[in-house]
């Protein structure tokens, strides 16, 4: 079945310095679509970006992230991290063709936390 | 923007007894999901379910879980009856279609069985 990878379990940063959270995947479907989910402290976990598109940069809220089909890859991106990015950062698959349902599958999840 | 409201947000029961996990989804949406977490684990799918059916279901939805929507009401997810194993966080979610549709997740329920 569809699984995603998360490798770092926590990733500390001092703020205004760049970040990368990876997110590799495994899918036997060719049309899947990739998602980061942004999960703040007592609140609901909400979109943050996704793609289908392969090798097109998708932006929000100053993150980005860049679909690799051949590398089955969409990493989290920011230049400048801000206090307020402290979060627990999921990613997650969607395969189309193969549930046509909507199903996600979730990664275990990144802590990101900033240091001042 | 859009809620997905979950009631109680914490909910302690003993070991066999019924639990219900109440849900409010999103008011226009017509697409209803429950996710479960255990601590420290990734949030995995246990059920979807559209115009009064499940239409797809997980390994985790066991047979003594069953979900519903009577009409206008929550959306529940039932445990009956509940084991250890069930002690999780549940999270409900809609979306207004499929395929590639945004979906809105609750705060989640944290069940605890004992």
């Known amino acids: 079945g569809d699984s995603v990878t998360q490798k770092e379990g926590l990733v500390t940063l001092t703020e205004g310095l760049p970040v990368m959270l990876n997110c590799t995947y495994q899918?036997?479907?060719?049309?899947?679509?990739l998602f980061w989910y942004v999960h703040y402290l007592n609140e609901s976990p909400r979109l943050l970006l996704k793609s289908s598109t392969d090798n097109k940069r998708t932006e929000h809220q100053g993150f980005h992230a860049t679909l690799h089909k051949s590398s089955s890859s969409f990493h989290l991106q920011k230049s400048s991290a801000q206090l307020s990015d402290s979060a627990l950062y999921y990613c997650a698959l969607s395969d189309q063709e193969g549930t046509g349902s909507n199903r996600l599958t979730f990664g275990k999840g990144t802590k990101f936390s900033l240091i001042p | 923007g859009p809620k997905v409201l979950q009631i109680p947000s914490h909910q302690i029961i003993d070991m066999g007894q019924m639990v219900t996990l109440n849900c409010d989804p999103v008011?226009?949406?017509?697409?209803f999901y429950w996710y479960k977490q255990i601590l420290g684990q990734q949030m995995e799918f246990l059920v979807n379910f559209y115009n009064g059916k499940v239409m797809e279901k997980s390994k985790l939805f066991k047979d003594q879980f069953s979900v519903e929507r009577p009409d206008g009401s929550y959306f529940t997810l039932k445990i009956q009856p509940t084991a250890l194993e069930d002690s999780a966080v549940y999270f409900c979610?809609?979306?207004?279609?499929?395929?590639?549709?945004?979906?809105?997740f609750g705060k989640g329920t944290r069940l605890t069985v004992v």
């Open positions: 008011s226009n949406h017509l697409y």
């Open positions: 979610a809609s979306s207004s279609g499929q395929s590639n549709t945004e979906v809105f």
């Open positions: 899918t036997i479907y060719s049309n899947a679509f």
